[in-house]
């Protein structure tokens, strides 16, 4: 890029925890293989999968959702971005064993309102920390049908995938596969209203389950393409050639009849138009595929300097803990609730709900403070996320 600008999927980049370093030319993860899905395969597994998707919801909710034709295609992140609201509701479920790649699902906030309503049985509910856990446990049985579908194929086996983590976030921010990836587009209806959920496969994982599935390897596609494209130019030629033919024998008999009425000189005209046309047949060659390269122009240089003012939100965790809905409907004032941190062990810091370091808490003027103590490598990162 030119100087004094940033990409779009730099910035995407940083905010997901992928250096600016790792992004080539292109604007995708350097090193990243190309990868070959089958969505005719994933499109059978799809329409396969909404009678279940269909009854889950119903069985949860306890209304009657119907769903319309689901929709996969391959897309990157700025055309998934196009699709989406402004803020939506994303559910991370990455897949950890079995398959390996990102995992995510995506709801409009109203979509998802109406699901935790009908499941609390309550009007408009709040989408706090409370419904977005609702909505991770809705979305986990889609997710659990999909991989029992998967086993029984044989090629596939011991899937698992992380515990769904739901967050109502910007779709700016979303954590989106960087590379080309598999979206499942499942349209519902809801008396008379229209939602949708948005399911993202990413690129690797999206190719195994094809694979699985009996869709085909990336040169077994670049194969049949070429056999149609050279199928196609031999009808052209064909085509031409006796569109040629059928010009100079129609010339010709016109040509007959008109000497034969004494029209010596337009007589000759038209057989001198019918060899024209015949001569005038294209050369037609079958289709050539070049070999395709990564563009290694180094036009565009990231420039860090033009974020430094946006402002991110820093938290700092002091610990977790699970409760029963029964435990915390018991609370009341001097309750003491345990966490999952050892006393004096170093609290978490966070920007945009992802560590990035530890420290200890601290006391400055009557004001709580942390000092940052470690600083979490990438691959830490990574782990604490899960």
């Given at each position: 890029m030119s100087d004094g600008a940033i990409s779009q999927d730099e910035i995407d980049a940083l905010l997901s925890g992928v250096s600016v370093d790792g992004l080539n030319s292109s604007g995708q993860v350097g090193g990243a293989p190309a990868v070959h899905i089958d969505t005719a395969v994933l499109q059978k597994f799809a329409d396969e999968l909404k009678a279940p998707l269909v009854e889950n919801l119903n069985k949860m909710t306890g209304a009657s959702f119907s769903a319309d034709t689901p929709v996969v295609e391959t897309l990157d992140r700025d055309r998934l971005l196009a699709k989406l609201p402004e803020v939506v509701v994303d559910v991370l479920a990455?897949?950890?064993?079995?398959?390996?790649?990102?995992?995510?699902?995506?709801?409009?906030?109203?979509?998802?309102?109406?699901?935790?309503?009908?499941?609390?049985?309550?009007?408009?509910?709040?989408?706090?920390?409370?419904?977005?856990?609702?909505?991770?446990?809705?979305?986990?049985?889609?997710?659990?049908?999909?991989i029992q579908a998967l086993e029984k194929t044989g090629k596939l086996s011991g899937i698992e995938c992380n515990v769904p983590t739901a967050r109502n976030d910007p779709k700016a921010i979303i954590r989106i596969p960087q590379n080309m990836f598999a979206l499942f587009s499942y349209p519902l209806t809801l008396n008379g209203q229209g939602y949708t959920l948005w399911e993202a496969v990413g690129g690797e994982a999206a190719e195994q389950i094809s694979r699985a599935l009996g869709g085909k390897t990336g040169a077994e596609q670049q194969k049949g393409a070429a056999g149609t494209a050279d199928m196609a130019a031999g009808n052209m030629a064909g085509g031409a050639f006796q569109t040629g033919s059928m010009q100079n024998m129609g010339m010709n008999q016109m040509g007959g009849m008109q000497q034969m009425m004494g029209m010596n000189q337009m007589g000759g005209m038209p057989q001198m138009m019918g060899q024209n046309m015949g001569a005038n047949v294209p050369n037609v060659q079958a289709l050539q595929y070049p070999i395709l390269q990564g563009n290694t122009s180094g036009a565009e240089q990231g420039n860090i300097g033009l974020i430094m003012d946006v402002y991110m939100e820093?938290?700092?965790?002091?610990?977790?803990?699970?409760?029963?809905?029964?435990?915390?409907?018991?609370?009341?004032?001097?309750?003491?609730?345990?966490?999952?941190?050892?006393a004096g062990e170093p609290v978490d810091i966070l920007v945009n709900h992802k560590p990035i370091a530890k420290g200890e808490v601290v006391v400055i003027d009557e004001n709580f403070g942390v000092r940052v103590t470690e600083i979490l490598s990438s691959l830490e990162r990574v782990t604490e996320l899960r």
């Open positions: 990455d897949f950890s064993k079995g398959l390996s790649g990102d995992h995510l699902y995506i709801l409009a906030p109203e979509f998802a309102q109406k699901i935790v309503s009908l499941m609390n049985k309550e009007e408009n509910a709040d989408l706090d920390d409370m419904a977005l856990s609702v909505i991770s446990e809705a979305v986990s049985t889609h997710t659990n049908d999909e820093m938290t700092v965790e002091l610990g977790r803990t699970k409760k029963q809905i029964k435990d915390i409907l018991g609370m009341g004032e001097g309750t003491i609730i345990e966490l999952d941190k050892l």
